[in-house]
């Protein structure tokens, strides 16, 4: 079936606008998450949904950064006035609901955000 | 919060030889501890993972160890081939009742030399 689809693929913004990611989960997965890829580095958590309980802020690295997400399935991440430092590959991750134990991330192809 | 350490950094074998990369986590109540390739400019591929319940865990090639004790979690490449180089990253969740956040570690570059 379909994977984790994301949009766009590659962004290139000037420093200062508003930008728009979005992700199309696995059908079924009720968990979504975002996280952060700097050029080189590992993964950092930004926020985690989980069916229709309260999201899981704590990754977050400012307050430009807000994520939302329509029942359980489309999400988009938005980043308010935009700085260099925001550049990096934004990842989305899905996953069935958790009940018997962690289950496994499965990861979309991400959006290469560039600012100049 | 947790925190993930991982090593090497790089790491280069020859084909055919095996990989080891390790990692070691801070949490004690983490209790699921995936491994994820990743190929110049792809996804995260999850190629396996463990649960605090078992010590080992193998399929093909790739096999993970996990010492609850020690806190320390290994993987293990075997008759390494070409397409076996990328980037491997560790990362672990501190909870038992569900999906939560991933702590990653900071990945280490395997170059297999042909």
């Known amino acids: 079936g379909a994977g984790v689809s994301q949009s766009p693929s590659n962004k290139v913004t000037e420093k200062g606008k508003d930008v728009e990611l979005r992700c199309d989960p696995i059908?079924?997965?009720?968990?979504l998450y975002w996280y952060r890829q700097r050029l080189g580095q590992g993964l950092e958590f930004l926020i985690y949904f989980q069916g229709n309980s309260a999201p899981d802020k704590s990754g977050l690295p400012s307050d430009r950064f807000s994520a939302e997400r329509t029942g359980e399935s489309v999400s988009t991440l938005t980043i308010q006035r935009t700085q260099q430092e925001d550049s990096a590959v934004y990842l989305c991750a899905s996953s069935v609901a958790g009940f018997s134990g962690n289950q496994p991330q499965h990861f979309g192809d991400g959006t290469r955000l560039s600012i100049l | 919060g947790e925190n993930v350490e991982q090593h090497p950094s790089t790491l280069s074998v020859q084909e055919g030889d095996s990989a080891v990369i390790k990692c070691t986590y801070s949490?004690?109540?983490?209790?699921?501890f995936p491994w994820y390739k990743q190929e110049l400019g792809k996804r995260p591929q999850l190629i396996i993972d463990?649960?605090?319940?078992?010590g080992e865990k193998k399929d093909q090639r790739i096999a993970v160890t996990l010492n609850k004790t020690a806190k320390h979690f290994s993987l293990h490449i075997t008759e390494t081939q070409p397409e076996d180089s990328a980037v491997y990253f560790c990362?672990?969740?501190?909870?038992?009742?569900?999906?939560?956040?991933?702590?990653f570690g900071t990945g280490t570059r395997l170059t297999i030399i042909p």
């Open positions: 949490d004690s109540a983490s209790n699921y």
């Open positions: 463990i649960r605090s319940n078992v």
């Open positions: 990362a672990a969740i501190p909870s038992n009742f569900g999906n939560e956040k991933l702590t």
């Open positions: 059908s079924g997965h009720t968990a």
